[in-house]
């Protein structure tokens, strides 16, 4: 759980980086291609061409190209629609999104999961509790899509990692990236903006960040301490990402904030946390 702890750390001013110097300024498929081009060179020497089963490598071309190839399309368009605090909110769905698919891979139903991750849903909602008019509905679609695919990823990179434990995942994660990356090409190619390719020394820097940091060490470890954990307790620690991005945007950046709702629904995520490994611990028990 370290690695979730950890590059949920990171992630919190992801949301903010983009939100405040690339949104608008910098076109999204060109940020997404550069993005996921860094990050497939990080892991490129270590990406194993032989000895790894074909079956396995399509696989993984296909998780990287749902969970960041087009995620990444949806997250970085909502930003044009949505402010920073806003994203936030709406990707309170992905625990959801995150148990039901893992559910379903594994053809099982846990009622539980549901009810420890839609506590967490509840506390996350009342982080930015607001009236939301039809003004932000293109943005909150865009952020489902994105959040939805997420959640796909993560949960088949869990599943099929736990049928080949055997195999180291630095070796083969490679391949995650460069699923993603065929996407963001194709994306670039034929909806890119020519007239916003031309990023500042500031933007460059935080497209490096994004690229190196933010993705190519963040999603392979996110995805690596997604295989140590319970589909619950991931699904929780995705919504651990909105009061860590909403602290970096309010010290930061010094965005408003109601601070009693903001400790109020961190508590009640830290409360599903725990109940859910109440959970956990009386259906041992009960075996």
């Excluded at 930003?79 to 559910?103: A, R």
């Excluded at 736990?162 to 194709?186: M, P, T, W």
């Excluded at 010290?251 to 109940?275: Q, R, V």
Aim: one cysteine or more; a positive charge.
């Amino acid at each position: 759980m370290q690695y979730l702890i950890i590059i949920t750390i990171i992630w919190a001013f992801s949301f903010s980086f983009i939100g405040e110097f690339l949104a608008g300024h910098v076109d999204s498929y060109f940020a997404v291609l550069v993005r996921i081009i860094l990050a497939s060179l990080i892991f490129l020497p270590f990406t194993k061409f032989r000895a790894i089963p074909t079956e396995l490598k399509i696989k993984m071309l296909l998780i990287g190209s749902i969970q960041i190839g087009l995620m990444y399309l949806f997250f970085y368009q909502s930003f044009l629609f949505l402010s920073v605090p806003e994203v936030l909110l709406f990707t309170i769905f992905t625990p959801i999104y995150v148990t039901l698919f893992y559910d379903a891979l594994k053809k099982q139903f846990k009622p539980l999961y549901l009810i420890s991750t839609n506590i967490a849903v509840l506390g996350t909602y009342i982080l930015r509790y607001h009236n939301i008019n039809s003004e932000f509905i293109t943005g909150f679609l865009m952020v489902q899509g994105a959040n939805i695919c997420f959640a796909i990823g993560q949960s088949s990179y869990k599943k099929v990692m736990e049928s080949h434990s055997n195999i180291k995942q630095r070796d083969i994660f490679g391949y995650f990236y460069f699923g993603a990356l065929c996407v963001s090409i194709i994306a670039f190619i034929f909806f890119a903006n020519p007239q916003k390719i031309s990023p500042s020394l500031i933007q460059w820097c935080v497209l490096i960040w994004l690229g190196v940091v933010a993705s190519g060490l963040g999603y392979f470890l996110w995805n690596k301490g997604a295989c140590e954990v319970d589909a619950g307790v991931l699904a929780i620690m995705n919504n651990a990402l909105v009061p860590a991005g909403l602290i970096v945007n309010l010290l930061i950046w010094e965005k408003p904030t109601n601070y009693l709702l903001l400790g109020l629904g961190s508590i009640i995520i830290a409360f599903s946390l725990w109940l859910h490994h109440f959970f956990i611990k009386q259906y041992r028990l009960s075996k």
